[in-house]
């Protein structure tokens, strides 16, 4: 199985950037489904983006045009670039990782392997 080692969260102003990086152990990484997902507090877990092995993304609507969301599969890596950062953008933001061969999901219940968070604040 794979373990999800995020990085990266911090506490910028509004329209700040961050990049957020998740780096896969233990599994081949091509073999999953990636994405990511946030939690503010008092709400659920929302997906934010996801990726499949062969690049085919997919963002929420909230976050069109702001972020990104990219992997670099020789280094096991996935990441989130985040620009135009708004308040309410703040939330804990896990990767997640689901097996293949599987459907395109952004349910938080399709995915089996998560990680433990990182923090990110946006400041009006």
């Known amino acids: 199985q794979v373990q999800l080692v995020e990085s990266g969260g911090g506490s910028v102003q509004s329209g700040g950037s961050l990049r957020l990086s998740c780096a896969a152990s233990?599994?081949?990484?091509?073999?999953?489904?990636m994405g990511w997902f946030r939690q503010a507090s008092g709400k659920e877990r929302e997906g934010v983006a996801r990726?499949?092995?062969?690049?085919?993304?997919s963002y929420a609507d909230s976050v069109k045009g702001r972020f990104t969301i990219s992997q670099a599969n020789a280094k096991n890596t996935l990441y989130l670039q985040m620009d135009s950062l708004k308040p309410e953008d703040t939330a804990m933001y896990y990767c997640?990782?689901?097996?293949?061969?599987?459907?395109?999901?952004?349910?938080?219940?399709?995915?089996?392997?998560w990680g433990q968070g990182t923090q990110v604040t946006v400041s009006s």
């Open positions: 997640a990782a689901r097996k293949t061969p599987c459907a395109p999901s952004g349910s938080k219940y399709d995915y089996n392997y």
């Open positions: 233990g599994d081949t990484y091509s073999r999953y489904y």
């Open positions: 990726i499949d092995s062969i690049g085919r993304i």
